[in-house]
């Protein structure tokens, strides 16, 4: 009898120490778990930065308000990773047909010190006639990549010359200016294009 007792509390003991754990789990890593805002890009309309355009116009955050928008950081120098995302993008672009011109598109440069204005523009040259170049002062590009959540470094190679790493994800906004989601790199396009439409949707909703 009293094994069995023994036995019954140790069995409750371990199925409260699984709920426990359940629980746990539920709020810090699966579906309870609160999303980790500070690491969220702002809205667009809460960032401030000023920069210029591939034909030397200015331009900042508002700039991009009023349609669905997609930024994604680089520079021209990028050996693989920017080549191979704004082609990526360029045919995204091409998979949505029109829809692609309700757009902006806009490859922001981390490494202003080599990427001029004249030099976006032969750079962007080379994808999609969608997608703008946008460079400026480092204080300014460092402002941009804080309200996008960005993150980016130089790094010395051999030679006295240097890269830059930065964040290789595509930023997706809606055209209210609030953060969709983001597009990974190399990230199937049977799975970019839907989101890049739920961006598009969600402009349509809004309008009606």
């Given amino acids: 009898m009293r094994?069995?007792?023994?036995?019954?509390?140790?069995?409750?003991?371990?199925?409260?120490?699984?709920?426990?754990?359940?629980?746990?789990?539920w709020r810090v890593d699966g579906p309870g778990a609160p999303e980790a805002v500070a690491s969220l890009?702002?809205?667009?309309t809460e960032m401030d930065f000023r920069l210029t355009d591939h034909e030397g116009q200015p331009v900042g955050?508002?700039?991009?308000?009023?349609r669905p928008t997609m930024v994604f950081f680089g520079f021209t120098f990028c050996p693989d990773?920017?080549?191979?995302?704004?082609?990526?993008?360029?045919?995204?672009?091409?998979?949505?047909?029109e829809d692609g011109g309700q757009m902006n598109v806009v490859f922001?440069?981390?490494?202003?010190?080599?990427d001029t204005v004249e030099?976006?523009?032969?750079?962007?040259?080379?994808?999609?006639?969608?997608?703008?170049?946008?460079t400026g002062a480092q204080d300014q590009i460092a402002r941009a990549a804080e309200g996008f959540r960005a993150s980016y470094e130089r790094v010395p190679t051999?030679?006295?010359?240097?890269?830059?790493?930065?964040?290789?994800?595509?930023?997706l906004f809606d055209a209210a200016?609030?953060?969709?989601?983001m597009i990974d790199y190399h990230e199937p396009r049977e799975f970019a294009v839907p989101k890049i439409r739920r961006a598009l949707e969600e402009e349509t909703e809004g309008a009606t």
Avoid: K, Q
């Avoid at 922001?108 to 080599?114: A, E, K, L, Q, W």
């Fill in 158 to 171: 051999d030679g006295g010359d240097y890269t830059m790493n930065h964040t290789a994800s595509v930023f």
């Fill in 119 to 134: 030099a976006m523009a032969e750079y962007v040259g080379y994808f999609h006639p969608a997608i703008r170049g946008w």
């Fill in 108 to 114: 922001i440069t981390v490494d202003p010190d080599r």
């Fill in 3 to 25: 094994r069995r007792t023994a036995l019954g509390y140790g069995a409750a003991a371990l199925g409260a120490m699984g709920l426990t754990l359940f629980v746990g789990w």
């Fill in 61 to 66: 955050p508002e700039t991009l308000v009023g």
């Fill in 81 to 97: 990773v920017c080549p191979t995302t704004l082609s990526d993008i360029s045919g995204w672009l091409d998979a949505l047909g």
């Fill in 177 to 181: 200016g609030g953060f969709v989601s």
């Fill in 41 to 44: 890009p702002l809205p667009l």
